[in-house]
């Protein structure tokens, strides 16, 4: 249970960034058009992600002894570099969120720029299969570390998509924006800690 809640938390804190797919799926659940199929097509895509991740890393970790520390410093360096990433851009505070002029969208257009954005997307590699594979290593219930992974994936984007019509007004300000991102990158340099020490 203690590697189900561990991955969870480090999946949903490295999920809940906003970047290209995650505003994609805000934009599509404040207009409230294939939602479901948006959800679950990026959670079904992480899972995939994650388990391939946790597979190859831990093997690789068995066979090769000096490769899960180097992966585990170059993941705490990582996520210092993405906290401070997520402090920059809420010191600059340039972030807000635009739907206007939206025109309706097909679901093969909604699937294809869904599928787009998560697997041409470098950044996903790095949290899924290089972040959450290499930090699975140190865990004995690996399993459990990746179920638990995937869960914050599918509890995340579900929340997230349905959730997005009550944000609508409250993202449209930047300073929403600003307190996601210290919140953030406070979370990714907790990690990055821990990692560490």
């Known amino acids: 249970m203690q590697a189900a809640i561990a991955g969870f938390a480090l999946g949903f804190s490295l999920i809940v960034a906003i970047g290209a797919q995650n505003a994609f799926v805000l934009r599509q659940g404040i207009k409230r058009e294939h939602v479901f199929v948006t959800c679950l097509t990026c959670a079904l895509s992480d899972a995939v992600l994650i388990a391939a991740g946790v597979a190859g890393f831990g093997s690789l970790a068995e066979v090769v002894p000096w490769f899960e520390p180097l992966m585990r410093y170059g993941g705490a360096m990582f996520l210092f570099w993405y906290g401070a990433s997520n402090f920059r851009s809420a010191w600059q505070g340039a972030s807000v969120l635009r739907t206007e002029g939206a025109v309706k969208s097909s679901l093969k257009g909604v699937l294809a720029t869904v599928l787009l954005l998560t697997w041409l997307n470098p950044h996903v590699y790095l949290d899924t299969v290089v972040l959450l594979?290499?930090?699975?290593?140190?865990?004995?219930?690996?399993?459990?570390?990746?179920?638990?992974?995937?869960?914050?994936?599918?509890?995340?984007?579900f929340s997230f998509g349905y959730g997005a019509r009550f944000l609508a007004p409250l993202f449209e300000l930047p300073r929403a924006w600003q307190v996601l991102d210290v919140m953030i990158g406070l979370i990714m340099w907790a990690i990055a800690a821990k990692l560490l020490f």
């Open 133 to 157: 594979g290499s930090i699975s290593a140190g865990w004995d219930d690996k399993l459990g570390f990746s179920v638990g992974a995937m869960s914050a994936s599918f509890v995340f984007f």
